[in-house]
T-cell receptor
Framework: QKEVEQNSGPLSVPEGAIASLNCTYSDRGSQSFFWYRQYSGKSPELIMF????GDKEDGRFTAQLNKASQYVSLLIRDSQPSDSATYLC??????????FGTGTRLKVLA | EPEVTQTPSHQVTQMGQEVILRCVPI?????FYWYRQILGQKVEFLVS????????KSEIFDDQFSVERPDGSNFTLKIRSTKLEDSAMYFCASAQYFGPGTRLTVL
């Protein structure tokens, strides 16, 4: 059974700090990874995707991928209370099938 | 900015009834998906759709489920005979972009 694992949290960080969210995956064949943000009662919103080893930056967000360790992370710099949400990691298994982690709940404390 | 739209936003039905959930994907996108999320649980893949046919489906997507793209815009998910455990949020996705979801409540 292919899995994507995330710590459910909550992860609490003070406003202005860096939030670090982690995800591991079991399918070595997965080539691309997606981070979503989901506010309570809302649908997942795509933040960014990454498919190459290393870092990818987009504004306050940096995704990091290490395929050898089967590990992908999301860093949020200068965390704001509005970043408080559940962050979902998703990976493809097969060509058009995606599995999601349970998500990490982030709380940014003002 | 193009968006995925879904109707209805909330559907209440009796167990055993058929429901059809509707989605309008982003135009020019080629890959469409249905996911569900039971309250408090993870997002679960149901089915992917490309070139007017199913590409992949999960174990959840049994004979009670079907998908169609009856015209060039709408993309539908039909559940033939709903069960209590079908109660969930159902999300349509156009490529990696999710619609707002339909909350299905089966009584």
């Amino acid at each position: 059974q292919k899995e994507v694992e995330q710590n459910s949290g909550p992860l609490s960080v003070p406003e202005g700090a860096i939030a670090s969210l982690n995800c591991t995956y079991s399918d070595r064949g997965s080539q691309s990874f997606f981070w979503y943000r989901q506010y309570s009662g809302k649908s997942p919103e795509l933040i960014m995707f990454i498919y190459s080893n290393g870092d990818k930056e987009d504004g306050r967000f940096t995704a990091q991928l290490n395929k050898a360790s089967q590990y992908v992370s999301l860093l949020i710099r200068d965390s704001q209370p509005s970043d408080s949400a559940t962050y979902l990691c998703a990976a493809p298994t097969g060509t058009y099938k995606y599995i999601f982690g349970t998500g990490t709940r982030l709380k940014v404390l003002a | 900015e193009p968006e995925v739209t879904q109707t209805p936003s909330h559907q209440v039905t009796q167990m055993g009834q058929e429901v059809i959930l509707r989605c309008v994907p982003i135009s020019n996108h080629l890959y469409f998906y249905w996911y569900r999320q039971i309250l408090g649980q993870k997002v679960e893949f149901l089915v992917s759709f490309y070139n007017n046919e199913i590409s992949e489906k999960s174990e959840i997507f049994d004979d009670q489920f079907s998908v169609e793209r009856p015209d060039g815009s709408n993309f539908t998910l039909k559940i033939r005979s709903t069960k209590l455990e079908d109660s969930a949020m159902y999300f349509c996705a156009s490529a990696q972009y999710f619609g707002p979801g339909t909350r299905l409540t089966v009584l």
